[in-house]
């Protein structure tokens, strides 16, 4: 017989079995091996497929591609032997080989199906802190160790079940905590961040309920070049009323997005919750929370994030109703050397007594990535309309200044350090007399900006995402 030519492909499993082309009888083997000595290493065993009419086994080495003899069977008893032995099982396995694919196909499908059903849980955090100095008209010079200079430290749980066909069930449970003190946040809730549960689908969008984020959130977010730190002015906007940030009780709709553009609509029951104005709530009247509800319409398309939003909540109280509407606008883009963004924004504290307290609120901010650093700087101001926040008695109208300054340094894709320098200036009582919202950011609750005071922050610190 003539000599055999090509190579075998390495393969970790042995195979033995007919060749394609039926065979008539086992009067000769065919047994092919390389002219170069075999390796010491495994052998393999494939079929001869390239033999006419017979059933051929190749030993091959680990080596490359070698040119191959053939031996008769007469040359190699034993394997004469064990070819006999073969012969005589070769029916059964014939008549067995359906049934094998069957049964395979069978746990294939099985494993497909528990496929489309596979869950993931994810443990996420933030952790952030900062050595800073701060000055305040009124008070001295104070150094401390506070929390979340770029982002309020956290860690959560993502649990996220595939339901097939694009469906998928979602939980996501966010706890804060204050990394100086290792106390949580939130007024001491397990999840104060956000605890919901959600079903979502490609095609159809999303559905959530639980405490969540405000749809006004997300646009005020976006538009922020220093996204939300502490010192940014932005974030100051955004704290004058915690119910721009997250709502309990709330069922809201994601819809998907579709070319570009994206909405989100949502209600928070009030449930009759006694509410207080005070420290923790001073954006609130005392009485009874009545429902909040909000929209965001969103455009993302290449470099440019555009959003506006509205959000609506409100109290009943022994006077009669009181109203706070929000509305922003902001926008991002990213050019070819360096990040653009800024917001309007505008809210209104409709009291019982028909007077309206109004606040306006502008930021602009750039951000210059330079390999491993970036550079920042923003500014932003506030003015109110003369009106008392609570009275809505007549006063001066004030204004509120902002100018935020700092770098980030990346140590590695999860861990960065950073400086900030912030100063904020007061005109007539800011913020409709309420003093303590233009420092809530980075002076945190019960700190007041006197009316035409200042105030003053240099931090330095570090923040590891996991």
Not at 65 to 86: G, I, K
Not at 197 to 210: D, F, H, I, N, Q
Not at 242 to 251: P, W
Not at 272 to 287: E, I, R, Y
């Amino acid at each position: 017989m003539g000599a055999v030519h090509g190579s075998v492909r390495k393969r970790a499993f042995y195979q033995l079995r007919p060749a394609a082309r039926r065979f008539t009888g086992w009067s000769e083997l065919v047994l092919a091996r390389p002219r170069a000595p075999a390796t010491p290493f495994l052998q393999h065993v494939a079929p001869a497929h390239a033999l006419q009419g017979e059933v051929g086994i190749v030993v091959a080495s680990f080596l490359p591609s070698r040119r191959w003899r053939a031996w008769p069977a007469a040359t190699c008893p034993l394997l004469a032997q064990f070819l006999e032995r073969f012969q005589a099982t070769n029916h059964l396995l014939q008549e067995t080989t359906v049934k094998k694919a069957c049964i395979t196909a069978a746990v294939l499908a099985a494993c497909l199906g528990h496929a489309h059903a596979q869950s993931n849980v994810t443990l996420y955090g933030i952790a952030d802190a900062y050595v800073e100095s701060s000055r305040l008209t009124g008070r001295g010079a104070i150094t401390k160790v506070s929390n979340g200079g770029m982002q309020p430290s956290r860690w959560g749980i993502r649990a996220i079940e595939d339901l097939g066909d694009g469906v998928k069930a979602t939980v996501a449970l966010e706890s804060g905590f204050a990394l100086d003190s290792g106390t949580s946040l939130q007024g001491g809730r397990l999840f104060g961040r956000q605890a919901y549960v959600s079903l979502s689908s490609p095609r159809a969008g999303e559905v959530r309920l639980g405490r969540q984020y405000a749809p006004i959130h997300y646009s005020m977010a976006a538009s922020d070049v220093d996204a939300f730190s502490a010192f940014s002015p932005v974030f100051e906007m955004y704290l004058f009323n915690g119910d721009q940030s997250r709502q309990d009780n709330q069922v809201s709709y994601w819809t998907p997005r579709i070319g570009g553009f994206s909405a989100a609509v949502a209600a928070a029951a009030g449930e009759n919750t006694a509410v207080t104005n005070g420290a923790a709530t001073p954006w609130v009247s005392t009485g009874t929370q009545q429902r909040n509800v909000g929209a965001l319409l969103r455009y993302q398309v290449d470099k440019l994030d555009a959003s506006v939003a509205y959000h609506q909540g409100g109290q009943k109280t022994a006077a009669g109703d009181v109203d706070q509407r929000a509305y922003n606008v902001g926008a991002s883009y990213g050019f070819s050397a360096f990040r653009l963004a800024g917001n309007y924004w505008e809210h209104r504290n409709e009291l019982a007594s028909g007077a309206t307290a109004k606040t306006r609120g502008l930021a602009l901010g750039v951000k210059v990535p330079a390999g491993a650093w970036s550079f920042l700087a923003q500014v932003g101001r506030v003015e109110d309309n003369g009106v008392a926040y609570l009275t809505g008695a007549a006063k001066a109208d004030g204004k509120t200044t902002y100018f935020n300054v700092g770098t980030n340094y990346a140590l590695s894709k999860r861990t960065d350090v950073y400086l900030r320098y912030a100063h904020i200036k007061d005109d007539n009582g800011g913020y409709n007399g309420r003093g303590t919202a233009a420092l809530f950011g980075i002076f945190g609750s019960g700190n007041t900006l006197p009316v035409g005071g200042s105030a003053s922050s240099l931090g330095v610190g570090v923040r590891h995402v996991f």
